[in-house]
């Protein structure tokens, strides 16, 4: 069993590029569920999605189908984007196992983000998972692997000063809003487009920084349910463009397919934050007079830096904890063997037991007999089983692996 990741990310491609691969990823989950895919190895996925990065996991049976199982996710994203196939496999870096589990872990500790220890991706990574176990059954090694990628986060949240100061996208991109906007937050008014979780985290923050005056608006119809649970108020059906009008602040979390184009925008003075990965407002909105659009490119670069000494504590964590999730995988192949030679012994056993009941019956022989070779079988199996634990914690799990194929033709996966 093998767990690969496919990640595209602002490091690498545009945060359009991004966008695109995230919207033609949508189907993914579906996709890797059809008797096609699971033909082809593929027991399960997680699609961790943000506003600045598509990441895709996947856990393959058979390591030789990476190559039919990568062009069907390249091929669903190219029909649902309209980008070409072989820049969608150009947009994307692939990481296989042990490095999958550090990138994940490296992602989860902020380390990755556009602004260096935000705090939000831990709770997305959270999220993924949670909506991947919503949509199906998730095989156990990624659930583990997500849970200890959350696990890492808070290690390094706990033993570092990364994210001490709260910095996350959205706080930045008020800090950018802070610089152009008129009056203070205590008597502008925000109005947050979305109700996801992200539009939620907005309205935290603006809360932190004093603003009361906050309206949410939603094209799905979610906006009274989700402003009544936070004490905001709700655009009412029809008046965007008016409450466009009152805003001095905009912030843009939903991530529309439909973007408000520059004749949309009412006159007059407003400071546009567009952070939703696909965008919610055109970037032509930014020529227009007394607008001011700040976007995520703009946030990326403005984004304050951890010292060297915090982000090289964190890293060593990330390391520590890298280390520590391949002894758990590699004394759970140990468990596996350690059962697997039971499992084969007993077999043998039940088998010989069976053709001296045959020939003897059940008398109080026959029960004797059977109780004298059950406590031989364990007597045999204690050392082996000892040896298993030892050669583990040794990180010799192959050898033990090897010598059960070798001796009695039993196979692990040992990967």
């Not at 990441?55 to 069907?72: C, K, T």
């Not at 029909?79 to 999958?100: G, P, T």
Request: aromatic share 6%; proline share 3%; hydrophobic share 40%.
């Amino acid at each position: 069993m093998a767990t690969y990741s496919f990640v595209a990310s602002h490091r690498i491609i545009d945060l359009t590029t991004v966008a695109l691969l995230s919207n033609g990823a949508a189907g993914i989950p579906e996709l890797f569920r059809t008797e096609t895919a699971q033909n082809l190895g593929v027991t399960g996925t997680i699609v961790l999605a943000t506003c600045n990065r598509l990441e895709i996991y996947v856990q393959l049976s058979v390591a030789e189908h990476l190559g039919p199982v990568s062009d069907m996710l390249y091929a669903e994203i190219a029909q649902k984007s309209e980008l070409d196939a072989e820049l969608i496999a150009d947009s994307f870096e692939i990481y296989e196992n042990l490095e999958a589990a550090k990138h994940l872990f490296t992602v989860a500790s902020g380390l990755e983000s556009a602004v260096v220890g935000e705090r939000e991706i831990a709770g997305q990574v959270r999220r993924a998972l949670a909506y991947a176990q919503e949509e199906g059954a998730v095989p156990g090694e990624l659930v583990q692997l997500f849970e200890h990628a959350a696990h890492t986060a808070r290690q390094v949240g706990q033993h570092t000063t990364i994210g001490s100061q709260g910095r996350s996208i959205v706080s930045v991109a008020l800090d950018l809003a802070d610089a152009v906007a008129e009056k203070d937050w205590k008597t502008r008014r925000a109005l947050v487009f979305g109700t996801g979780a992200y539009a939620g985290a907005t309205i935290a923050a603006l809360r932190e920084r004093g603003c009361e005056d906050i309206w949410v608006n939603s094209r799905s119809g979610r906006a009274p349910e989700f402003a009544a649970k936070r004490d905001v108020r709700a655009v009412p059906k029809g008046e965007t463009y008016k409450a466009m009008e009152q805003a001095d602040v905009i912030v843009g979390c939903s991530g529309g397919s439909d973007p408000l184009s520059p004749a949309e925008i009412p006159p007059g003075h407003h400071t546009i934050l567009d952070l939703a990965l696909s965008r919610d407002f055109d970037p032509a909105i930014a020529d227009l007079p007394q607008v001011e659009l700040i976007t995520l490119e703009s946030v990326r670069l403005a984004a304050p830096e951890e010292t060297e000494e915090a982000v090289a504590t964190a890293e060593r964590i990330v390391e520590s904890e890298t280390q520590a999730f391949a002894a758990r995988q590699k004394t759970r192949n140990i468990d596996s063997a350690i059962v697997a030679l039971r499992s084969h012994t007993m077999e043998v056993l039940d088998e010989e037991l069976d053709k001296v009941r045959s020939q003897f019956g059940c008398t109080a022989a026959t029960e004797q007999l059977e109780l004298a070779m059950r406590r031989m079988v364990k007597s045999l199996l204690h050392t082996p089983t000892i040896r298993a634990k030892q050669l583990a914690t040794q990180g010799r799990t192959s050898d033990y692996i090897a010598a059960l194929e070798t001796l009695y033709g039993i196979t692990i996966d040992d990967r």
